[in-house]
């Protein structure tokens, strides 16, 4: 046997090692591990390695000895995820290097986002609906709620209990010519535990230090095995807290926004929220009606009477004089009923088990069930103006009516309801279902040679949304009364009520609140059955090495659908969720698709991989055949060193969103105006509730093409001569996706409309995104609808193929292995990722910019873990970069508030950055006896959350795209006890 071979053999015995010994870690860059770690024993370097069975890893359909391949895949065990103090799957790989936090519109705290359970991945900053979760190797059925305010198809990664995963694949670069479409940038394979012989219970329990999060988890795992068939059982229930914004006392307002946003007046008198929110009147004059005396202190710690001053600006300079606008009953901690992080309660089940009819066939099959319950909120309801109290009297103006109760015209009400008021929180409740069945049987043909696998398997996943609703209409004539006819003032003829001031002024209770109060159920479904067919062995044998060419082939038909099942009440001024949208749609798809792959060995040294994969697609857009194909390129020129490359063609399917949904409508009242900012000189141009409201128009589109792509890579691996156990690696990713589908989404649609109708940014910069006069800027303009004052009126928005995105970085990972006689064992690894560009654009037109800085640059995670006789302890840290903070490139406000724009004298250009995020955890454990084992887990040792910048504002504040959080340090213990 030559080195090569005996090299192929060494890997696969590392492989498994790292699969199913407890600590052994498995994000291995070795390509030609030392002997002792196949062995077990490090003073007998001469003892022959094992030749052990070939392995399917993710990124190939052929078996193979090695661990490494043409393309780098990350391995970790599910033991690995805990102990480097990660409860849930979602969070370790959120922490990966290879991934970039969620963007605004995909966390689950943004307002709007009703994914409440759901978790996404964001490998490569390409977006969740850009990279492929597979479970043991199966397609799942997507979440059904749309994520992205009802635009993207994503699956969940917050619904696989942690405690059942045997380990997890990562390949973070596009395969699409192996597993089609959505593995753009890369694949995640989850494989459950299967093979296990006792029982076991595992408990944890733990909270934040700072509050919040308490964690409880309870895990049973049991297996049986007998001469021809083995059954494995898991059940795990988990349940965890909310974290709530009361629960951390500096997301209370938005006085805690970073000092550089405060204006003028906020800055001379103190910070007044956003959009006043509480118990409002507004008079014709904008002046704040007083509120009776002792009013705001009648609802306990939620209201505070505030005095709104202000000042006037010229320029750069205040002026003198103060305008006093009254007072009103300022609501206190605005955010303190919004969500950080969402509660959380699951039941989960997990059978799993094979019979071996001969040695040549067997049947296997699986059923996993898995039910969530998720708690999240935002704001609670509140009484604002809407147009229908005035839109169909003759002579209306806006929302303007006359008030009997104070004689005065108001313009602008807002009425708070308070959680005494509801007799709850009246927090979003849902309650997730969802299996997946998988049956099969497999054997082998022609003495061994060939291997067959078929499988057939279905999987639903099912959400029904439980919250409270907004009845405007109703709390209107509430606190309003009837309309009392009509009048005029100022020439103007308007309505007239009669304010009911004990209501307004004071407390209700819950029985009142019940007479206008509502509450709905949102329902949404998917659904997937698939089956697949692999067949693949040995062909024949290359005279030139004597090694055969490996084959592997697999035929599938999927079929897929979702239905979107909002409230039936729609969205009316009677009925409207918290979010004040409607989304509807529904569809099916049917995939037909097969794939090739064969692995040649060129020269004794020499590997060359080769794929091609062909899908056609049945559904309702113009998407029909996609062809794809790949190649790898191994070749160990000396023994310990691997060079390696891959290339591929690589696609994504129209999300199914972006086909079938319907034209939905939302109200929208935060927004910020671009046009009317740049007109009046706003460089700030400020996100707050509005007086004025519009409907946002969404839709899907049946004339959508796939996505296609390309990725490639290459690299090398190499075990350091002369030290035992260290290894290093480095490789060069890219990819690239043209004919992107992108949603012209609200704040794209404002900006592109404001630039395209000015010639300019908010900032005072130029407008260069689009030419202006263009067709893109034409539809831009069409697109928003004002009237005759210049209000908007309506925005129409939806999805067309026609971005682009390329994105490329270096990876690097270092591991050391150290077995010593008296302290211990050693693993370490260093893994390293530098994304080089994130460049974009929307039009084949449009520059192709490098927008690398509006994301952190760099990620580091490194582990360290020790065992020594009954003890186990790892250490985990993690670095990412910062990066450019909120009004980066724009003027630095003056000593007096005023922000003055570029071009501007008295500029200064303000170049803040976040700091670095870094965290560190730690785990030990020590084994009581052989039964029973007890650990420690410390999450985030330092305790950081993070930081508030100069200009930072709206809610939560601090730059979640570095993963920085309000949570700071948990601790959690455990006992495991093995039965029998």
């Known amino acids: 046997m030559n080195s090569n071979h005996v090299r192929r053999g060494v890997l696969a015995s590392s492989l498994a090692m790292a699969l199913f010994a407890p600590y052994a870690f498995a994000q291995t860059t070795s390509s030609s591990d030392q002997q002792n770690t196949t062995t077990g024993n490090s003073q007998n370097g001469s003892q022959k390695p094992k030749t052990l069975e070939k392995v399917t890893v993710t990124g190939s359909l052929i078996p ?124 995640i394979n989850v494989i459950l535990k299967k093979n296990y012989v006792g029982d076991e219970i595992k408990v944890t329990g733990g909270s934040s ?52 946003s405060w204006n003028p007046s906020q800055r001379m008198f103190g910070y007044s929220s956003s959009g006043a929110y509480g118990l409002v009147l507004n008079n014709a004059a904008g002046n704040f009606i007083t509120p009776p005396q002792g009013a705001c202190g009648q609802f306990g710690n939620n209201f505070s009477q505030y005095h709104a001053l202000s000042v006037s600006t010229s320029g750069d300079q205040v002026l003198p004089g103060v ?65 229908s109290n005035t839109a169909a009297l003759p002579g209306a103006n806006g929302t303007q ?71 405007e209409q109703g709390m209107f004539d509430f606190f309003f009364g009837p309309q009392l006819g009509t009048t005029t003032v100022g020439g103007t003829t308007m309505p007239v009520y009669a304010l009911n001031s004990q209501r307004f002024w004071n407390p209700i209770t819950p029985a009142q609140y019940a007479t206008f109060g509502v509450n709905g159920e949102n329902s949404a479904v998917t659904w997937m059955n698939q089956a697949s067919f692999n067949f693949g062995g040995d062909l024949f044998n290359v005279p030139w090495d004597g090694q055969p060419i490996g084959f592997a082939s697999v035929f599938e038909v999927n079929h897929e659908g979702f239905h979107l099942a909002p409230d039936p009440r729609g969205n009316t001024v ?46 309702h857009s113009i998407a029909n055949v996609a062809k794809t194909w790949g190649t790898g390129l191994e070749w160990r020129p000396i023994d310990g060193l691997l060079l390696r490359g891959s290339y591929g063609t690589n696609f994504h399917a129209p999300d199914m969103q972006a086909i079938y949904l319907d034209d939905s409508i939302q ?4 927004y910020a105006d671009r046009l009317q900012c740049i007109k009046t000189g706003d460089h700030t141009c400020a996100d707050y509730q509005h007086n004025t409201y519009f409907q946002l128009y969404s839709g899907g589109s049946r004339n959508l093409l796939p996505e296609t792509g390309h990725s490639w890579t290459y690299g090398f691996v190499w075990d350091i001569p002369g030290v035992q156990g260290l290894s290093w690696s480095v490789d060069y990713w890219h990819m690239g996706i043209a004919n992107a589908i992108q949603w012209i989404g609200l704040d794209t649609a404002l900006t592109d409309e404001a630039g395209c109708l000015t010639g300019l940014q908010v900032s005072g910069a130029p407008y260069i995104a689009h030419q202006l006069g263009s067709a893109y800027c034409q539809e831009a303009i069409a697109n928003v609808t004002r009237n005759a004052s210049g209000q908007i009126t309506a925005v129409h928005v939806g999805p067309i193929n026609e971005a682009s995105q390329y994105v490329s970085g270096i990876d690097s990972t270092v591991t050391y292995k150290l077995q010593t006689e008296h302290w211990g064992n050693f693993n370490f690894d260093l893994n390293y990722t530098n994304n080089l560009e994130f460049k974009q654009r929307t039009l ?71 700091p670095n995020w870094v965290i560190f955890s730690t785990s030990a454990s020590y084994a009581i006896n052989d039964k029973v084992k007890v ?46």
Request: net charge negative.
């Open 64 to 187: 193979r000895s090695e661990i490494e391949g043409p393309a780098p895949v990350n391995i970790i065990t599910g033991e690995q995820i805990k102990a480097q103090g990660f409860t849930t799957l979602w969070e370790f790989l959120d922490s990966l290097p290879q991934l970039a936090a969620p963007d605004f519109n995909n966390r689950i705290s943004t307002w709007g986002n009703t994914a409440v359970n759901a978790r996404v991945v964001n490998l490569r900053n390409l977006g969740p609906d850009h990279s492929l979760l597979l479970i043991d190797g199966h397609r799942v059925a997507d979440y059904p709620m749309p994520g992205n305010n009802g635009q993207t198809t994503f699956q969940n990664y917050n619904n696989i209990p942690v405690g059942m995963v045997d380990h997890v694949e990562v390949l973070a670069s596009g395969a699409s010519s192996i597993y089609g479409s959505d593995a753009v940038a890369g694949v």
């Open 209 to 260: 230090t700072r509050g919040g999060r308490a964690y409880g988890d309870f895990l049973y795992t049991g297996g049986r095995s007998g001469e021809k068939w083995n059954l494995m059982y898991s059940y795990e229930h988990t349940n965890r807290s909310p974290l709530w914004g009361r629960d951390r006392s500096y997301t209370d307002s938005d006085a805690d926004a970073g000092y550089g």
């Open 323 to 387: 305008t006093d606008q009254g007072s009103y009953c300022r609501q206190n901690a605005v955010f303190s009923n919004w969500v950080l992080s969402p509660g959380y309660k699951a039941d989960n089940a997990f059978v799993s088990g094979e019979y071996r009819f001969t040695d040549k066939v067997s049947a296997y099959g699986s059923v996993g069930l898995w039910t969530n319950t998720g708690t999240t909120n935002t704001q609670l309801p509140f009484l604002y103006p809407f147009a």
């Open 401 to 471: 009516f006359y008030d009997q109760t104070t004689g005065q015209v108001i313009t602008n009400y807002i009425r708070q309801i308070t959680p005494q008021e509801i007799g709850s929180y009246a927090n979003t409740h849902d309650y997730e279902t969802n299996w997946d069945i998988h049956a099969g049987l497999k054997g082998t043909v022609f003495d061994d040679r060939f291997n067959w696998d078929f499988n057939l398997g279905t999987s639903k996943y099912l959400v029904h949304e439980d919250y409270t609703g907004l009845n």
């Open 574 to 619: 009677t009925f409207g969720d918290p979010f004040q949208n409607l989304i509807t749609g529904g569809g099916t798809r049917t995939r037909y698709s097969t794939a090739l792959e064969f692995r040649t060995p060129v020269w004794d040294t020499v590997t060359w991989t080769l794929s091609g994969r062909l899908d056609k697609y049945n559904d």
């Open 667 to 670: 109200t929208v009242g935060d």
């Open 844 to 914: 084949a037109s449009d520059p192709l910019l490098n927008t690398r800085y509006n994301y952190p640059a760099t990620k580091t995670v490194a582990n360290l873990h020790w065992h020594k006789g009954a003890w186990d302890a790892t250490l985990h840290g993690e670095r990412t970069s910062g990066l450019r903070a909120s009004n980066y490139g724009g003027c630095e406000a003056l000593p007096n508030g005023i922000q003055p724009g570029l071009g501007d004298p008295n500029c200064v250009i303000y170049l803040g950055r976040t």
């Open 935 to 980: 650990g420690l887990n410390i999450s985030n040792i330092f305790n950081k959350v993070g930081v508030i910048t100069s200009y930072a504002g709206g809610f939560e504040f601090i730059p979640t795209q570095q993963g920085a959080d309000y949570t700071g340090r948990e601790i959690f213990a455990t006992i495991d006890w093995k039965i029998d």
